[in-house]
């Protein structure tokens, strides 16, 4: 086990990275955040005092889901696969903390009203980036219009002219 303290801003770990260790919040918070590509970061969840995670990764060995960042003065401590495994067969009473941890959090996932929020919170982010799409879109449309109308009254005007000219001298 290791103890490390982290400063607000400090990234613990990325997504993508490998799963190795485990943490537990002594003091401080930390937001996991995860990424999509049609809306950005997202605070997936945020953690506090004596709450458990990156075990999940560790449990299955895929790489990191989200990016683990510091959002206050925070003191963590750090366990390697090889101590988890060992606390789980030999000191199984020292592991019910991460077991609630674990069970909550698949609790989370599997629940009908955190997969009704997740879709609301979705749908919220997509219509605001279509939202800022349209406008967008539509502010291009109007410049490039007012550019058609900056090059087309010249021309109409040369060739009411040239049309008046020509009138006049027939």
């Known amino acids: 086990m290791e103890k490390r303290t982290y400063t607000p801003g400090e990234v ?11 943490y537990l919040i002594k003091s401080g918070r930390v937001d996991l955040v995860d990424t999509y590509p049609e809306t950005g970061e997202v605070v997936a969840k945020r953690l506090s005092t004596g709450k458990v995670f990156g075990e999940v990764e560790l ?9 683990a ?4 003065p925070t003191k963590l401590l750090i366990f390697t696969h090889e101590e988890i495994l060992d606390t789980l067969f030999n000191r199984p009473e020292n ?4 077991a609630r941890d674990v069970f909550d959090r698949l609790r989370q996932l599997y629940s009908a009203d955190s997969l009704d929020a997740e879709m609301t919170k979705l749908r919220e982010e997509m219509h605001e980036t279509i939202k800022k799409a349209v406008v967008s879109h539509e502010a291009r449309v109007v410049k ?3 550019g058609m109308a900056a090059i087309a009254i010249p021309i109409v ?11 006049y001298l027939h």
């Not at 613990?12 to 485990?22: A, F, K, M, P, W």
């Not at 005007?157 to 009138?167: D, H, M, N, P, S």
């Open 144 to 146: 490039s219009h007012n």
């Open 157 to 167: 005007l040369l060739v009411a002219i040239v049309v008046g000219i020509r009138f």
């Open 59 to 67: 449990i299955d060995r895929k790489a990191r889901s989200s990016t």
């Open 95 to 98: 592991s019910l903390v991460m």
């Open 12 to 22: 613990i770990y990325r997504e993508g990275d490998e799963s190795n260790l485990v």
């Open 69 to 72: 960042k510091v959002i206050e």
